[in-house]
């Protein structure tokens, strides 16, 4: 009688788990790169557009949108800035704790006043930080982006060479999802949704 008791016990216990398993929210399922418990940018702090000084915490209770790019790219950036305004209209509401952050590789021509007249074109609420070519460097490294500046043939100027990709961080400054270029605005939304 004791054994069956014993059996009894085990029984009940293992559908106490399940039971508060069931409580607990379903695991996430990304459409990006689930990079859930990755240490990458945990480094950013910078200057944004308006000069306040920025970091990470900062963000907490927002889902902060992290790319890296530069004001004079021709394609990738207004592209991706485009996309994250589709999203922002598509997730309605719940877009007030979207946090968009664009990041410059090219501050020697990247102004704070540049940059703000750049980014909010697309949307109001979308920052750009900016900083010293060494503190762009350590957050970049820290995301581990690679960028490069290409003269171009007469050496008159240059373009800027850079990883294209978004960081999706959750509302507790955790990063959660690396989405490709292009990915689409209805899989960013989606992503982007589900931290929200």
């Given amino acids: 009688m004791a ?10 216990g293992a559908a106490a788990v399940l039971a508060l398993s069931a409580c607990q929210p379903n695991s996430l399922s990304f459409q990006g790169t689930d990079v859930t418990g990755a240490t990458l940018g ?24 992290v790319f890296f ?24 509401e719940r877009a007030k704790d979207l946090q968009v952050v664009f990041v410059t590789v090219d501050p020697e021509r990247d102004t704070p006043a540049v940059l703000k007249q750049y980014v909010t074109q697309f949307d109001p609420s979308f920052l750009a930080l900016t900083g010293s070519p060494e503190e762009v460097s350590r957050v970049a490294q820290s995301f581990r982006v690679f960028y490069a500046k290409v003269p171009n043939q007469d050496g008159s100027s240059y373009t800027m060479d850079h990883s294209a990709g978004l960081y999706i961080f959750d509302k507790t400054g955790n990063i959660r999802v690396f989405a490709r270029h292009n990915a689409g605005a209805e899989a960013l939304a989606h992503d982007i949704g589900q931290l929200l």
């Fill in 3 to 12: 054994w069956f008791t014993g059996w009894q016990k085990a029984l009940i």
């Fill in 42 to 65: 945990q480094d950013l702090s910078l200057t944004d557009h308006n000069g306040q000084a920025r970091h990470l915490e900062d963000f907490k209770g927002k889902v902060p949108v």
């Fill in 69 to 92: 790019g530069f004001a004079q790219c021709p394609d990738v950036c207004p592209t991706t800035l485009a996309e994250l305004v589709q999203v922002k209209e598509a997730l309605g």
